[in-house]
Nanobody
């Protein structure tokens, strides 16, 4: 199993910045693509950003493009989301996700517990 733990959420003023961290433990050799999702109250979880095993970013949602940056540090088993120019509409619970390697491991998706980001107007 892969265990993911997010941190770095909190309360920030409109226009401020936060850096979310997600640290993996357990069967970290299973980790492939890593993603950040967020979930607004009453809505389905939505994909925010994706980064591949090679560190190539291939997706940002239109709503965060140019403001958020996803990165990873495999030596630390971590993925980060640098969130700049935060807006009140960014307020959500943010989740870290990874898909384990199907050939090497179980192929399951793993999720962190989520971290709350609140942006005050």
């Amino acid at each position: 199993q892969v265990h993911l733990v997010e941190s770095g959420g909190g309360l920030v003023q409109d226009g401020g910045s936060l850096r979310l961290s997600c640290t993996a433990s357990g069967d970290t050799v299973c980790i492939t693509t890593m993603r950040w999702y967020r979930q607004f109250p009453g809505k389905e979880r939505e994909l925010v950003a994706t980064i591949t095993t090679g560190g190539t970013t291939y997706y940002y949602s239109d709503s965060v493009k140019g403001r958020f940056t996803i990165s990873r540090d495999d030596a630390k088993n971590a993925v980060y989301l640098q969130m700049n120019s935060l807006k009140p509409e960014d307020t959500a619970v943010y989740y870290c996700n990874t898909a384990s390697d199907y050939a090497l491991c179980d192929g399951d998706d793993y999720w962190g517990q989520g971290t709350q980001v609140t942006v005050s107007p």
